[in-house]
């Protein structure tokens, strides 16, 4: 019996996504412009898109597998991401990003196999440390409570028989060159990424054995024992398909009511000049997360294939369950951004931002994923809960290993989960919600 799906949204980002503008122009892919036949679908080519087609082609390497993204590459998302992919416990909902002992150790070793794939695509397609690096990860305090939230993370890491290395003020400075950080921690097990260079050149790479088109959204499906998806001007004709679109599974008619769309912030300097980077000094290619989750995160990046060093602040977060965000919105947000940026590097007076935007997340209220058969060969690794770019590649992965081998060990983990819970109704959601991240944001204090 066949059924359609009328997709009710389709993607829209605010702002430019800064770590794509900032390379050079890459290789582009066709849009899908006739009606083809193919094995398998994934629609979405970011990390868990990627992942997912990566994984097919590994275990039906004969099969015609094709992959849709709405937009250009690294224009979504992915392109907006911070860039860490993480191993350790990193819950967002938690003061100290620690969770329950037993589900924290099933999310390190399900994290550190997913890394492990994404090394194993960087390495097989040669994308360089400066793209794809296991440096680790590195959370600075700036304040005592700070302080406090890293000696309880390190209790926490403690029982789980996780190895870390403290660091002084010193030593925080050495790394970056600045007096801001009172403390840091240092564990290793972590990899950082240029988002947007990783998302081109996997997908590059992976062109020999999928089909890739951009700027192809899903408008429509009709479901059957072969399923046909519409795109603007294009049809694919397959029997699987594959979901990898995160928050906007819901624009497919799927869970409504049942997931949080949560955007926040980046601002991405120009270039340095040659004088600045050595004002600023430090090391070149670091990033820092906040010990408070509401904190800001710093990046910089050296340069890269000419786009030169960087710096990128993040912080803030809003409530929006239309997953858009309005041009008004994010220029609302950039005081804050600046006012992060001149705290941390006063060296550096006068430095302008080059790039703002915003990015898409989506959480579940008792932060589980949505993964799984939803119909008949039809299957989901959406609902990332904030951690994209490590937990896209684990559901994209793990999706494709279910479809086409059903309940592996680590699928069967990963099917696990309790359902996504029900939302309180609005406005009751946005206004508790988005009043909870204001207050939660006072309270990080300087770690903003």
Known sequence: M????RVKKLPKDTGPAGWDAILRPGRSFPELDSTIRADWVVIGAGFAGLAAARRLSQLRGGDKIVLLEAAQLAQGPSGRNSGFMIDLPHELNSETYAGGQEEDLKQIRLNRAAIDFAGEMAEEFGLGSMV????GRVTGAATAKGEKHIQSYCSHLDGLQESYQLLDAEAMQALTGIEYYRHGLFTAGAA?????????EIAAGLSKQVAIFENSPVIEINTGPVHRISTPKGQVEAPKIILAVNGHIQSFGFLPKRLMHLFTYASMTRALSADEVKRLGG???????PADPMGTTVRRVSDYRGSGDRLTVRNRFTLNQSMEVSPAELRRVLKDHDQAFNARFPMLSGV????RWGGRLCLSLNSVPVFGELEQGIYSAAC????????????G???AEMAVEGKTPMVSE???YDAPKRLPPEPFLSVGANMTLRWKEWRAGIEL
């Open 2 to 5: 066949s059924n359609s799906i």
């Open 352 to 355: 302008a931002m080059e790039h």
């Open 414 to 416: 990963y099917l696990a």
């Open 192 to 200: 950082m990424i240029q988002p947007a260079a990783y998302v081109r």
């Open 283 to 289: 090391k070149p290619n670091w990033g820092v997360l």
């Open 132 to 135: 794809f690096g296991r440096h």
């Open 384 to 395: 990332q809960n904030g951690l994209g770019a490590v937990k896209g590649t684990l559901s």
């Open 397 to 399: 992965m793990l999706a």
